[in-house]
């Protein structure tokens, strides 16, 4: 299995760094966690509870040992909504994800209930997926049903920060919250962004 990428370390730690200091420090779900590298550089000396995910045992094997880590082997997207019932709603949520991160990110938005704010920190490699050849349909989150596809560089990288930031926004709006921050760094056909959260009064 192909160890997790961490291109762009600085990035993607200046933005872990960042939101960790923007809500409680209680819990984290660290979704696509491989090896641990955030969950021993921020999460864990950071947050009460670290909730790890990562589909690979074998990296799963290399966590700290910590006891405020605790970790599940399996596919995020079918463990999310039990670990929400479990731990209840997260401070932050960590997906360092190669391909989308969207089908995850549209269902914690839309579907979550919490009363606090709350950050996501996520890794968009969904342009360089495309340029390698796969498929090139988009996440059926976007509205457009799973069949609709477009052309490999259709979606241009300097337009895809505010393609996030657009999308996070309706997301949001359904699921009762806002968007309150957003921070982004585009790297080539890779993205790395954070964005804030905060629940909507709709008395």
């Not at 200046?14 to 923007?22: D, I, Q, S, T, V």
């Not at 890794?123 to 090139?136: E, H, I, L």
């Not at 993205?191 to 909507?200: D, I, N, R, S």
Request: charged residues 20%.
């Amino acid at each position: 299995m192909k160890p997790n990428d961490n291109s762009h370390y600085s990035h993607k730690l200046a933005l872990r760094e960042k939101y960790a200091e923007k809500v409680e420090a209680e819990l984290c779900f660290d979704l696509f966690c491989g090896t641990g590298t955030f969950v021993q550089a921020v999460w864990a000396p950071s947050f009460s509870q670290v909730v790890c995910v990562d589909k690979s045992r074998k990296q799963l094997e290399q966590l700290p040992g910590l006891p405020n880590v605790t970790a599940y082997q399996g596919d995020n997207a079918k463990l999310l909504p039990g670990l929400l019932v479990k731990y209840g709603a997260p401070d932050i949520v960590d997906l360092d994800a190669y391909g989308w991160p969207d089908p995850l990110v549209h269902d914690l938005l839309t579907t979550s209930v919490t009363n606090k704010r709350f950050a996501v920190v996520a890794t968009d490699g969904g342009m360089k997926v495309r340029q390698r050849g796969s498929p090139n349909a988009l996440p059926e989150c976007y509205g457009f049903g799973k069949n609709l596809t477009f052309a490999q560089y259709g979606a241009a990288m300097d337009a895809a920060a505010v393609r996030a930031h657009t999308m996070l926004r309706a997301w949001a709006t359904i699921g009762g919250k806002a968007v309150v921050d957003f921070d982004a760094y585009v790297c080539g056909s890779m993205m790395y962004w954070a964005a804030l959260f905060e629940p909507q009064d709709v008395t």
